[in-house]
């Protein structure tokens, strides 16, 4: 089975999916008149998996990610406290976030659609108040870092914008 590099990822993308098709078991989407319905069965194939991941893995996970971005970046001992507070902003958002879309995956079955909507956006509120406090956090390791640092932070950052959205190339001619 394939872990992917950030758990929530996989729950935001859940959160993602309409509503309507959230609340059909994956079996009994209508293919037939929605033509995203197999695309959208898909994604939820692919992410299930996801749900059952264990708070210890997510906490692996985040861990791992932590620390490829501290190697990435090259963080030294008189950067740490900053990076500290950045890495611990990033564990208590994946807790957050994890907790949420695991009590609205146990629930959604049994929501109203009122209530799916609201947990819905409770898990959107959440999501976006911490990358708020992950941006605010960030900032702060960026301005410790040196130009170099800088740099590979900028291109690495952008590099995974750039996956995550898979942006097409575009030839000029």
């Avoid at 939820?44 to 501290?70: C, D, F, H, K, N």
């Avoid at 959440?126 to 291109?155: C, P, V």
Wanted: proline share 6%; no cysteine; net charge positive.
């Amino acid at each position: 089975m394939r872990v992917p590099k950030f758990p929530h990822l996989a729950a935001l993308l859940l959160a993602a999916v309409p509503l309507p098709v959230l609340a059909q078991p994956v079996g009994q989407l209508p293919a037939q008149s929605n033509p995203g319905a197999t695309q959208l069965a898909a994604l939820a194939a692919t992410a299930a998996p996801a749900l059952a991941q264990t708070e210890s893995q997510m906490q692996t996970a985040t861990e791992q990610r932590i620390s490829g971005l501290q190697a990435q970046l090259a963080i030294t001992p008189a950067q740490m406290p900053q990076w500290t507070a950045f890495a611990q902003v990033m564990r208590e958002n994946a807790q957050t976030t994890d907790a949420l879309f695991r009590q609205r995956a146990a629930g959604v079955q049994s929501m109203n659609a009122v209530e799916n909507m609201q947990s819905y956006a409770q898990l959107s509120r959440a999501y976006g108040d911490g990358n708020e406090k992950l941006a605010a956090a960030f900032q702060a390791s960026y301005a410790m870092l040196s130009d170099q640092q800088k740099q590979a932070a900028d291109t690495l950052f952008r590099q995974q914008a750039a996956q995550s959205v898979q942006i097409p190339v575009v030839k000029l001619r």
